[in-house]
């Protein structure tokens, strides 16, 4: 129930194209999902994040489209680049508390 | 630069020791957060301090423990080594105790021979 699952493990995408990568979850409770990058050596850095009460939120390239019903979320890099290349996770967490519950992590590498 | 600090970047130990990892918060945080990061468990929650008192604690085991200080930084504190508490072990800040973004620091990567 604590669970968030991600999916694929690793994905290897042409530049311009479009990375999909997919989580879901089962805990109802959970209301907030941040999508986190890291690059090889750093820590993960907050790239975008959503609450259930929108189906879809977009930042530049990078869109969150999200099913309650389904309860499944997804992350959209549009126009991917080089520079995109890295590790991305999802997460989640209930109302009240701050700590997040990863999926695995994805590896997605841009080929130029 | 997320403005949290980790120290030390790097730790070899034997198993049996003890280590502390020391973090210094974004300025204004109240919220520490320390998680492990492990090529089988991923990124997983260990603790949560807020305002120097303990507010939620996840899959950290007996052997480790931490705290927060008046001056709002906070020691991960590691014992009895095993080989498998290699990890890299992260601290989060964040202004409050609620949702929201989260900052992180570079992380101690901890390797136990």
């Known amino acids: 129930q604590q669970q968030v699952k991600q999916s694929p493990q690793s994905l290897i995408v042409q530049k311009g194209g479009i990375s999909i990568i997919n989580c879901a979850y089962e805990n109802t409770a959970f209301d907030y999902f941040p999508w986190y990058q890291q690059f090889p050596g750093k820590g993960p850095a907050l790239l975008i994040a959503i609450r259930p009460d929108v189906s879809e939120k977009k930042e530049g390239r990078f869109t969150i489209s999200f099913n309650k019903s389904a309860k499944q979320f997804s992350l959209h890099i549009m126009d991917s680049q080089p520079g995109d290349s890295a590790t991305y996770f999802c997460a989640a967490s209930y109302n009240q508390g701050g700590k997040l519950i990863f999926g695995q992590g994805t590896e997605l590498s841009v080929k130029p | 630069d997320s403005g949290v600090t980790q120290t030390p970047k790097h730790l070899i130990t034997a198993t049996g020791q003890r280590v502390t990892l020391r973090c210094s918060p974004r300025?204004?945080?109240?919220?520490v957060y320390w998680y492990q990061q492990s090529l089988d468990q991923g990124l997983q929650f260990l603790i949560q301090?807020?305002?120097?008192?303990?507010?939620a604690k996840g899959n950290i085991l007996e052997r480790f423990s931490a705290q927060q200080f008046p001056d709002l930084h906070s020691e991960l504190n590691l014992s009895s080594l095993e080989l498998g508490d290699s990890a890299l072990y992260f601290c989060a800040s964040s202004r409050s105790q609620i949702q929201e973004t989260q900052y992180f620091g570079p992380g101690t990567r901890l390797l136990v021979l």
């Open positions: 301090y807020y305002n120097g008192e303990e507010r």
């Open positions: 300025s204004g945080d109240l919220s």
